[in-house]
């Protein structure tokens, strides 16, 4: 038994010179450090939308704070439905990294990569070109529309960045930016809700870029190498089966909520920002339960 462990490890070399090994050592502590990281990452990740919502509740009107809160609904509906996927080639991706297989580590990451450039381009012409028509299914008030459509459309036009998951660092890095964006374009520029989605925007794309910058320059097995990159075809069907369940889930769970924030609506502005104020908390109290969730998914694979 050891003779074959021994040639085992000969055969498959770790796939890093670095990364953290979670197939050895005690599994509660492999969790909790996985999770933890994540969840510092998410509250970041959730100031965004939160900074945004109080820049303009405090700088430019109720409108628009009820404008930039209560358009979740139709920005879960995309970013849960990639979120699905991309949760399809984190399992697959540690499946391999767990087997010790750089080759297909690397097929998978570079399968990936390409998958998240196709949706990007999908799912901003789908954010765009549907606005309209989701923003009129939640019985948005014609007092709220035009800041809630222009939200959108600028959130939507620059959604790359989004789709490109950055690690802990990154994210203070895009947070701090994205604040310091809101206030400037805001309280120098008056550009009102336009300005914190631009700010969003751009927050998002330097952090992103800084993600593709680190992968290019790493020597792990997650080396981004720009020739490499096209569609394995194993691998794609690997994380469309694993990827297509739980985008669908989240979607159509992100879609049913486009139906209570219409009944919201019904009400005006004012009961609009009331639920802006709370639909923040609830992100928040949800936030630990995702971040244990997804360091689980990762460990399992």
């Known amino acids: 038994v050891k003779e074959r462990k021994t040639m085992h490890h000969?055969?498959?070399?770790?796939?890093?010179?670095?990364g953290v090994d979670m197939t050895e050592g005690n599994i509660t502590g492999h969790l909790i450090r996985f999770a933890l990281p994540l969840l510092a990452g998410n509250i970041f990740q959730q100031l965004y939308n939160m900074v945004d919502t109080?820049?303009?509740?405090?700088?430019?009107?109720?409108?628009?704070?009820?404008?930039?809160?209560?358009?979740g609904p139709i920005v879960n509906m995309l970013i849960g439905c990639f979120l699905g996927f991309s949760s399809g080639a984190g399992v697959v991706i540690s499946q391999y990294y767990g087997a010790?297989?750089?080759?297909?580590?690397?097929?998978?990451?570079h399968t990936a990569l390409v998958l998240t450039v196709i949706l990007?381009?999908?799912?901003?012409?789908?954010?765009?070109?549907?606005?309209?028509?989701?923003?009129?299914?939640?019985n948005t008030p014609a007092e709220v529309f035009?800041?809630?459509?222009?939200?959108?459309?600028?959130?939507?036009g620059g959604i790359s960045g989004l789709l490109i998951r950055r690690p802990f660092y990154f994210l203070v890095v895009s947070a701090v930016l994205n604040t310091a964006l809101d206030l400037l374009?805001?309280?120098?520029?008056?550009?009102?809700?336009?300005?914190?989605?631009?700010?969003?925007?751009?927050?998002?794309?330097v952090s992103a870029l800084l993600v593709i910058?680190?992968?290019?320059?790493?020597?792990?097995?997650?080396?981004?190498?720009?020739?490499?990159?096209?569609?394995?075809?194993?691998?794609?069907?690997?994380?469309?089966?694993?990827?297509?369940?739980?985008?669908?889930?989240?979607?159509?769970?992100?879609?049913?909520?486009?139906?209570?924030?219409?009944?919201?609506?019904?009400f005006g502005a004012d009961c609009m920002g009331g639920w802006t104020a709370y639909t923040k908390i609830d992100q928040l109290m949800?936030?630990?339960?995702?971040?244990?969730?997804?360091?689980?998914?990762?460990?399992?694979?």
């Open 185 to 205: 374009f805001v309280l120098r520029f008056g550009m009102g809700v336009e300005g914190v989605a631009w700010a969003t925007v751009i927050a998002q794309a």
């Open 286 to 301: 949800l936030l630990p339960m995702q971040s244990l969730a997804l360091s689980a998914t990762t460990f399992v694979g």
């Open 100 to 109: 010790r297989r750089t080759e297909r580590v690397h097929d998978a990451v």
């Open 10 to 18: 000969i055969q498959h070399p770790h796939p890093t010179h670095s």
């Open 213 to 266: 910058v680190v992968l290019l320059r790493t020597q792990q097995a997650v080396r981004l190498i720009p020739r490499d990159l096209r569609i394995h075809l194993p691998v794609l069907r690997q994380i469309i089966r694993v990827g297509v369940p739980s985008a669908l889930q989240m979607a159509i769970t992100a879609f049913s909520n486009v139906f209570v924030q219409s009944y919201i609506n019904s």
């Open 146 to 156: 035009p800041e809630s459509s222009a939200y959108l459309t600028i959130y939507f």
């Open 120 to 138: 990007c381009a999908v799912f901003t012409a789908l954010g765009v070109g549907f606005t309209p028509l989701m923003l009129r299914l939640m």
């Open 54 to 71: 109080w820049v303009v509740g405090n700088f430019v009107s109720n409108e628009a704070f009820s404008a930039v809160g209560t358009v």
